[in-house]
């Protein structure tokens, strides 16, 4: 099942049938750890309306309210070698190969919603940053005791020129406005992902694509009740979190984002999440 968070309250999407739940609260309704119970037993006895699309277009947000938004790092060998070669200048290089091999996982906070956009809207590259790329990440929803109940998709916009520069820039590099995305919609499920499970991502400038990659989860070092049990450990989520697992896509050192390219996101059982890149909003 799909949920999706609404101006006027959320829509349960269920075999291709759209059911809405009007004056949901978001926090409340989110913040269950039978969720999946909850979304079945809500539209059970409820007709489908046949508008869905209209409505989704007009009224979509990004599935966050009171939630924070949290990250993992350097869960790819990919993100290693990548982050390594941006710090290489200075010396930087060694903190990403014991991260990705230590107990502890780098874990950083991300967002709230004010700095969170949602499918169709602008993320930013900072003006003081050069050197900037999309982070298609799967993302963990999470309730306040630690349940995960849903998978969304995460952009971690980071600035490669902050954090190479020196590592202790990562809270720069990693939030400013509009540096996070999450959407479309939460797919709730009682059951695992697929190990194959693929995050795929193009990049398109002025219609044309310039750059495509993709990988699938099952090549994460880390396990996802791991990250989550480390967020969890001193921090308490009353609203529950989003928790983004980290990027095993990086594009070659020689591309940076402009203004205007369109990034789509896309995790098949998830859905495709598109944004475009701004400076200004
Ligand atoms: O170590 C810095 C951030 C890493 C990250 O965001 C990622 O691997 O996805
Ligand atoms: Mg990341």
Same mark, same amino acid.
């Given at each position: 099942?799909?949920?999706?968070? +609404? &101006?006027?309250?959320?829509?349960?999407? &269920?075999?291709?049938?759209?059911?809405?739940?009007?004056?949901?609260?978001?926090?409340?309704? /989110?913040?269950?750890?039978?969720?999946?119970? &909850?979304?079945?037993?809500?539209?059970?006895?409820?007709?489908?309306?046949?508008?869905?699309?209209?409505?989704?277009?007009?009224? /979509?947000?990004?599935?966050?309210?009171?939630?924070?938004?949290?990250?993992?790092?350097?869960?790819?060998?990919?993100?290693?070698?990548?982050?390594?070669?941006?710090?290489?200048?200075?010396?930087?290089?060694?903190?990403?190969?014991?991260? =990705?091999?230590?107990?502890?996982?780098?874990?950083?906070?991300?967002?709230?919603? $004010?700095?969170?956009?949602?499918?169709?809207?602008?993320?930013?590259?900072?003006?003081?940053?050069?050197?900037?790329?999309?982070? @298609?990440?799967?993302?963990?929803?999470? +309730?306040?005791?630690?349940?995960?109940?849903?998978?969304?998709?995460?952009?971690?916009?980071? $600035?490669? $020129?902050?954090?190479?520069?020196?590592? /202790? =820039?990562? @809270?720069?590099?990693? +939030?400013?406005?509009?540096?996070?995305?999450?959407?479309?919609?939460? =797919?709730?499920?009682?059951? @695992?992902?697929?190990?194959?499970?693929?995050?795929?991502?193009?990049?398109?400038? &002025?219609?044309?694509?310039?750059?495509?990659?993709?990988?699938?989860?099952?090549?994460?070092?880390?396990?996802?009740?791991?990250?989550?049990?480390?967020? =969890?450990?001193?921090?308490?989520?009353?609203?529950?979190?989003?928790?983004?697992?980290?990027?095993?896509?990086?594009?070659?050192?020689?591309?940076?984002?402009?203004?205007?390219?369109?990034?789509?996101? +896309?995790?098949?059982?998830?859905?495709? /999440?598109?944004?475009?890149?701004?400076?200004?909003?």
């Amino acid at each position: 099942m799909k949920l999706y968070k +609404t &101006k006027t309250g959320a829509v349960i999407e &269920k075999d291709n049938a759209f059911y809405v739940v009007k004056n949901a609260d978001w926090d409340t309704f /989110l913040n269950d750890d039978a969720l999946f119970e &909850k979304l079945t037993k809500t539209i059970n006895g409820m007709s489908p309306v046949a508008d869905a699309a209209s409505l989704l277009k007009q009224e /979509l947000q990004a599935p966050i309210q009171s939630q924070e938004v949290w990250a993992s790092g350097v869960t790819y060998y990919r993100s290693k070698v990548g982050r390594q070669e941006e710090s290489k200048e200075s010396g930087g290089g060694d903190f990403y190969a014991k991260v =990705y091999e230590a107990e502890r996982p780098e874990i950083f906070f991300k967002a709230t919603a $004010s700095r969170t956009v949602g499918h169709g809207g602008k993320v930013r590259i900072r003006r003081d940053s050069t050197w900037n790329v999309p982070e @298609p990440e799967l993302t963990l929803v999470v +309730t306040s005791s630690g349940k995960i109940v849903g998978y969304t998709i995460g952009n971690d916009m980071s $600035s490669r $020129s902050i954090e190479g520069e020196n590592p /202790l =820039y990562l @809270p720069q590099a990693k +939030t400013y406005d509009g540096s996070a995305a999450l959407g479309p919609c939460i =797919y709730v499920t009682e059951k @695992p992902l697929p190990e194959d499970t693929r995050i795929e991502i193009t990049i398109s400038r &002025k219609g044309k694509p310039v750059f495509n990659g993709d990988v699938t989860i099952n090549q994460i070092k880390r396990k996802f009740k791991d990250l989550v049990s480390f967020l =969890y450990r001193e921090c308490s989520f009353p609203h529950g979190s989003f928790l983004m697992t980290g990027t095993g896509i990086v594009p070659s050192s020689d591309f940076t984002l402009h203004e205007g390219d369109e990034m789509s996101i +896309t995790i098949g059982p998830i859905g495709t /999440l598109v944004n475009t890149v701004a400076t200004n909003v």
